[in-house]
């Protein structure tokens, strides 16, 4: 009987396991901020990578759901070079407030984000429509999950 468990559970495990490619599953994301002093205006998002692989390829995308885990809120592609450790895309008013401006040399790459974020929702750090890893806030009813 235990050994009827423990197979059970590694099946559990390996059909869960995201098809993502190697060198990309460690990727996530890291911090998402709704406002600076109340202000909704300054609004940012980082996907940190923690050890430095190499981003292969193209394909790879911000995917932001709305708090119903299904609506489309944001989509922006991210143009990756390899030794990218963090992407942090902000809006204008959050360049200024942090003091930030449009870097994409490694290994801290900022980016503009290209539209607001929902006050509830789910962000998606994707390659070719396939999430690497998904961050929820607020009160989001349906998340995407997170392989």
Not at 26 to 55: C, H, P, W, Y
Not at 77 to 96: D, E, F, K, Q, V
Not at 102 to 110: A, G, I
Request: proline letters at 5%.
């Amino acid at each position: 009987m235990k050994l009827v468990r423990r197979v059970l559970a590694l099946l559990v495990v390996l059909l869960s396991i995201s098809p993502a490619f190697a060198n990309d599953h460690f990727a996530r994301m890291n911090e998402v901020l709704l406002s600076f002093g109340g202000d909704t205006t300054k609004q940012m998002i980082e996907i940190e990578d923690t050890v430095n692989e190499a981003f292969v390829g193209g394909g790879y995308t911000l995917f932001v759901y709305e708090a119903n885990g299904i609506d489309q809120a944001h989509f922006q592609t991210l143009a990756l070079n390899p030794g990218t450790m963090r992407i942090t895309l902000a809006t204008p008013s959050a360049y200024t407030q942090f003091g930030l401006a449009t870097n994409n040399s490694p290994p801290n790459v900022v980016l503009n984000l290209g539209g607001a974020l929902p006050a509830a929702g789910t962000a998606c750090f994707r390659k070719q429509g396939t999430d690497l890893h998904c961050m929820s806030w607020g009160l989001a009813t349906l998340p995407a999950m997170t392989p």
